[in-house]
């Protein structure tokens, strides 16, 4: 049975209930965070408590809880859920996407402050309908012919070795995937930058790459109908893949 905390209280996810005059429910006026927890380890638990206050301060909502009270209601939801591997609460369910996924581009129809991770995700949801009517699973999308990020993801590219991603901006959510891959990939001495990606650059990318919390780094193997590198997850990729699987068998809630 999954457990959650609202208001204050420990509640079955059944007898949670919102009024229907809840301003979050009628204007879309929150914000959230999704945290995956592996072997009962919450994943990257500071960064994303972090990113929460940052939001919350962005739209002039009040912390209710402190960083450490946030980690005692977080651990017990873990402690009581019947999984080891959980999202929201509920077991994590993977799509298995090793064999790479199909993108499309599409044009950044979304607000001016997307480094909120705002509940209101209408034009996010959308985009995904764009992508799916042209059988693909994301849609990277472009502000001004540059690469922001994905309609629910970040963006990543490989150039002749060199790994590159967008700068954190308002037209991007700063990952928590995102900054890890960054620190794994220099700790290793590969070289990553932060960097605007043109069309032409994105196009003719040797890899491209996809992360979220939920979905960690996936390959693109085409884009637009178009092959990319191969048409097979890159050699790059497999490594950042092993570095970041590394990462999470040692990960605790400290790291
Ligand atoms: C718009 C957007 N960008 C990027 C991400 C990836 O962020 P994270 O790695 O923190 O899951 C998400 C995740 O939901 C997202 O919705």
Redesign the pocket.
Known sequence: MAIVYLNGEFLPLEDARISVLDRGFIFGDGVYE?LPVYRRQIFRLNE?LN?LDNSLTSIHMLNPLTLEQWRVVLMTLVERCPEDNQSMCKPLIKCDYSNGIRAVTCEDIRWKW?HI?AIT?LP?VLLRYEAAEKDATEAILLKDDFVT??????VFIVQQGVVKTPPKDDN???????DLVIELLIGTGIPCREIKISRKELVSADEIWI????WEIVPVIELDGKTIGNGRPGKMWGKAMDIYQEFKKNMTVSN
């Open positions: 999704v994303h990113r997307c991770k995700l996010s990020e994905g309609a629910a993801s970040n991007i959510l700063p990952g928590i995937t995102r992360t979220s919390s939920t």
